[in-house]
């Protein structure tokens, strides 16, 4: 069983990547690139029936995680308080720029929502990264000092950053170079994929120019995966010892080459929505390989008195699981079907699409 | 430690607060938005068609501040309260993953479809969608008060020998005898929300002298529909609420009516008085003999244990702000329920579009019916203190252990200063709306 929630919960928040990455990468995109008031609201267009429900998948993932491994939600949770409380500082701010922008017709109001939503979503983008940094990296459980836990064998707290930035310092902090490394990873992979929805969605004067951006971005990021993968081997060799033993972490890794090499002819594709296919098959199997190399671990010790979070010390009791497989299958067939009706309401272009909770 | 329990509980308080201004006028008005889409439907009147347009605008940003204000409680179970997580996630944290899995997603995707979809589907299909809107916001409101309804008075559970609530029976988490009658006395209470926001509305044409066929509109669906929302809220689900209280927690029951001591032969309610705490009892009292007795047990006699009949250490943490808390949310339901009655009988002799006072009643009462919800469910919290899990867990055994209290004032300030910004934009796009009222949203 607790495997079973352990796919699931993962697949929840691939599809979150997936979904909301597409949002946040809008976001940037509007921010750096957007220039025109037309290209401005086209963007926005794009993204505005979908945001809210591609946001409840982060919602939803929570609730299971909550259920289904309370020890592991209360640990991190509590112990990356402050990103935690600041990317749902973040996420407001992303809300509001979308949902308030078209209420007022004036230019510095327009401004400023403009604003708060396009840094907004870098932000989020940034330390979504450098959260699934830390997962990797792992973190200092009970709080050992001196080889003694002055705190329960779960629980931990990061401060943001410590003075040098150094992973392998005593302190850790939440932000150090290398879980900074992937926070720009994901700012990359997640503005490429924003441009490929854009692409897909709108028939925007900006598109040809996007499609340079994918290829350069794409260019940036492979550069910066290798240097990841480099550092990473030489902090912390227990996911690449993984990689090498497990033919599923091979897997994922193909799909993720797949996605990066479609996207380097992203000129080349004649249909819009093929660049988007692709960044999603980058994401996905980005997230499932990182995510594999560590099982089955959840959140790895740094320490070697306490033992590191898996998927079977955190997990509730086996009842609760499995009454919760039998509403959950029930759900996850409605939400698909939402998924479905919601897809299909608002398929192809955007560009006509209006909207009557503005003006 | 005595910090990092009050910031971790002013900083619930205040968010949860917050957002519980948004989802009762949510719940509620996408009731009556979707009772004006039938009333199109079936009577092809442009009218209802346009004044469903006109509350949806206001819906739509009243939903963005809920789903913003919403997504920060989910998380703050874990980030402030991570003991009570661990220990009880296995259950609470079922209810909770069933409202994201089968409210939120139902909201969030029909909501798109409902506010940019109205040409896309034809009425027909937008009605639908917006049927499904009310349905996925009410189930939010069912699942997360069996979550609550668990803390007041848990059941189908066992505690294992480290301390873990381990669920034995689901069933139990629905069929749970506080949970029914505080779903629809809290449902009852976001309709009386939102009748008196439209009536208010509704009442503001009127007496302004502008869109006047919607302000008639407005103001009798919201007299309507509010009236008879108060009712049922006062009777039978506030009563049957208050019978749980007595039944399951006779010490809350005790301070929220302000009793101290045992009365042989039946209590009085009380109508007035200050709670002092320092002599345990009731200063300036104004009460009617033997009539809670009667409410209570419908026996004049039955004898309503006192406060200092408890032991001190199991009384509510703040009894004074319980019994005002109790008093105001009493107190203003019987007001509205008054002014509602004066008001349906005017519209029943058509005369209440020209009784200005009565108008002026309802314009001014817009605030109280947030202020009833509001302190009712302070009633509901402060009532349940010193406990988390009534009876089981207690409050400052829950919260996180690692977070101190100068993190968690510096986001309670946070907080503070974003909700203030919300608020105040809320209340400035909201006028807008309001100001220009339906009529200019026909395209
Ligand atoms: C418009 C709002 C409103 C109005 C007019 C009333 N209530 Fe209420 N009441 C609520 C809004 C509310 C609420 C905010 O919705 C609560 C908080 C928790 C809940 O389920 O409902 C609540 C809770 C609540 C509780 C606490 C339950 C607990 O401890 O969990 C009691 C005993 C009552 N109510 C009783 C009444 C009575 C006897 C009323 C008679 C007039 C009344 N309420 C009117
Ligand atoms: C929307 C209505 C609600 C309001 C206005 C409200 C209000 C409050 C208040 C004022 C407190 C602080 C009490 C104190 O510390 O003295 C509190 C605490 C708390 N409430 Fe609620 N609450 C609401 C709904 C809920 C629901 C639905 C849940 C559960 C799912 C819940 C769970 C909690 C928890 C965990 C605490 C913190 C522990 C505590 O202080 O008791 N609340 N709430
Ligand atoms: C601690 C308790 C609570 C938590 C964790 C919570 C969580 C949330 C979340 C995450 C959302 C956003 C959903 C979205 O993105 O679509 C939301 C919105 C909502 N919540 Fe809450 N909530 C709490 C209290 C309440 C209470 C007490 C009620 C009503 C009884 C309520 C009713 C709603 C409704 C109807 C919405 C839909 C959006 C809106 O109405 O504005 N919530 N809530």
Redesign the interface.
């Known amino acids: 069983m607790e495997l079973f929630w352990y796919i699931v919960l993962m697949t929840m928040l691939a599809v979150y990547v997936i979904l909301d990455g597409y949002d946040f990468g809008a976001g940037i995109i509007h921010l750096f690139f957007a220039k025109e008031e037309k290209d401005k609201v086209l963007i926005t267009k794009s993204i505005?029936?979908?945001w809210?429900?591609n946001?409840?998948w982060?919602?939803?993932a929570?609730?299971?995680l909550?259920?289904?491994f309370?020890?592991l939600?209360?640990?991190?949770?509590?112990?990356f308080?402050?990103p935690?409380?600041m990317i749902?500082?973040l996420?407001?701010f992303r809300?509001?720029g979308l949902?308030?922008r078209g209420?007022?017709h004036n230019s510095l109001w327009e401004n400023i929502w403009d604003k708060a939503f396009g840094l907004a979503s870098l932000l989020l983008a940034l330390f979504f990264g450098v959260a699934l940094g830390n997962v990797v990296r792992g973190v200092n459980l009970g709080?050992v000092e001196n080889g003694v836990s002055t705190?329960?064998a779960h629980?931990?707290?990061l401060p943001l950053w410590n003075s040098t930035l150094d992973p392998q310092s005593h302190q850790l902090g939440i932000i150090d170079w290398f879980t900074l490394l992937f926070g720009l990873i994901s700012v990359l992979a997640l503005t490429i994929h924003g441009a490929a929805w854009i692409i897909f969605k709108t028939n925007s004067s900006l598109n040809s120019r996007l499609k340079t951006v994918i290829f350069y971005a794409n260019l940036g990021l492979v550069g910066l995966i290798l240097l990841s993968l480099l550092l990473g081997f030489i902090l912390n060799p227990l996911p690449f010892q993984n990689f090498c033993s497990r033919p599923l972490v091979w897997i994922f890794t193909a799909v993720m080459l797949t996605g990066s090499l479609g996207l380097f002819k992203i000129r080349s594709w004649k249909k819009d929505g093929m660049g988007f296919l692709f960044s999603s098959l980058f994401l996905a199997g980005g997230f499932a390989a990182t995510v594999a190399s560590i099982f089955p671990n959840l959140l790895p010790s740094t320490n070697t008195v306490n033992p590191s979070l898996t998927i079977y010390n955190v997990a509730?009791?086996e009842?609760?699981l499995k009454?919760?497989l039998s509403?959950?299958v029930v759900?996850?067939v409605?939400?698909a079907l939402?998924?479905v009706?919601?897809y299909r309401?608002?398929r192809g272009k955007m560009d006509d699409?209006?909207?009557?909770?503005e003006h | 430690m005595e910090d990092m329990l009050l910031y971790d509980r002013l900083q619930f308080a205040f968010t949860i607060t917050f957002h519980y201004l948004f989802p009762q006028l949510t719940m509620g008005l996408s009731l009556l938005i979707v009772f004006f889409k039938f009333r199109f439907l079936r009577t092809k009147e442009d009218k209802f068609n346009q004044a469903a347009?006109f509350w949806?605008?206001i819906f739509?940003?009243n939903f963005?501040m809920g789903?913003?204000?919403g997504?920060?409680m989910?998380?703050q179970?874990?980030?402030?309260w991570?003991?009570f997580?661990?220990?009880?996630?296995?259950?609470?944290?079922?209810t909770?993953?069933?409202?994201?899995?089968?409210s939120?997603?139902?909201e969030?995707?029909?909501?798109?479809?409902f506010?940019?979809?109205?040409?896309?589907?034809g009425h027909k299909l937008h009605f639908l969608t917006g049927l499904l809107v009310f349905l996925g916001s009410w189930a939010s409101g069912f699942l997360i008060i069996a979550t609550h309804s668990w803390m007041q008075h848990p059941v189908g559970f066992e505690i294992?020998a480290n301390g873990?609530y381990?669920?034995?029976n689901?069933g139990a988490l629905f069929s749970n005898v506080w949970l029914w009658p505080s779903y629809l006395h809290n449902q009852a209470a976001s309709l009386v929300t939102a009748s008196f926001v439209m009536a208010a509305v509704g009442a503001f044409y009127l007496l302004s002298k502008k869109q006047e066929e919607f302000g008639q509109l407005f103001v009798r669906t919201g007299v309507i529909f509010g009236l008879a929302a108060s009712l049922l809220a006062a009777f039978p689900t506030g009563d049957m609420t208050a019978k749980n209280v007595v039944k399951y927690q006779p010490e809350t029951f005790a301070a929220m009516e302000g009793i101290f001591e045992t009365e042989k032969g039946g209590s009085e309610i009380i109508l007035v008085g200050q709670p002092n705490m320092l002599e345990k009892k009731l200063d300036n009292k104004i009460a009617v003999p033997n009539v809670l007795s009667f409410l209570t047990y419908q026996k004049w006699d039955r004898e309503i244990k006192g406060l200092n009949e408890f032991s001190p250490e199991n009384h509510p943490t703040n009894v004074p702000g319980l019994y005002y808390a109790y008093h105001i949310m009493v107190g203003l339901g019987t007001i509205f329920i008054g002014l509602l009655s004066l008001a349906a009988v005017q519209l029943f002799r058509r005369k209440l579009y020209t009784t200005n006072i009565l108008l002026w009643g309802l314009l001014f009462m817009l605030p109280f019916p947030y202020i009833a919800n509001t302190t009712g469910w302070y009633t509901a919290e402060l009532g349940r203190q010193p406990w988390l899990v009534h009876g089981l867990l207690r409050t400052a055994e829950g919260i996180?252990?690692?977070?101190?209290s100068g993190?968690t004032l510096?986001?309670l300030l946070?907080f503070v200063g974003?909700y203030l910004l919300?608020g105040l934009?809320f209340l400035l796009?909201a006028g807008?709306i309001i100001y220009k009222g339906p009529q200019t949203a026909i395209k």
């Open positions: 505005g029936p979908f809210d429900a946001e409840v982060l919602i939803a929570g609730g299971v909550f259920f289904a309370p020890t939600y209360a640990s991190a949770f509590s112990g308080y402050l935690l409380i749902l500082w996420l407001i809300a509001t949902e308030l209420q007022l709080m705190q329960e629980y931990f707290f509730a009791p009842y609760g009454t919760g509403w959950f759900a996850v409605l939400v939402y998924l009706i919601q309401v608002f699409v209006d909207y009557h909770g | 347009r949806m605008k739509a940003l963005a789903v913003v204000t997504i920060p989910e998380f179970f874990g980030t402030n991570a003991k997580s661990e220990l009880t996630g296995g259950i609470i944290g079922q909770l993953a069933m409202e994201g899995m089968f939120f997603f139902l969030s995707s029909f909501l798109g479809l506010l940019f979809g109205e040409k896309l589907l294992l873990k381990v669920l034995t689901f996180s252990p690692t977070v101190s993190n510096f986001t946070g974003l919300l934009l796009l807008k």
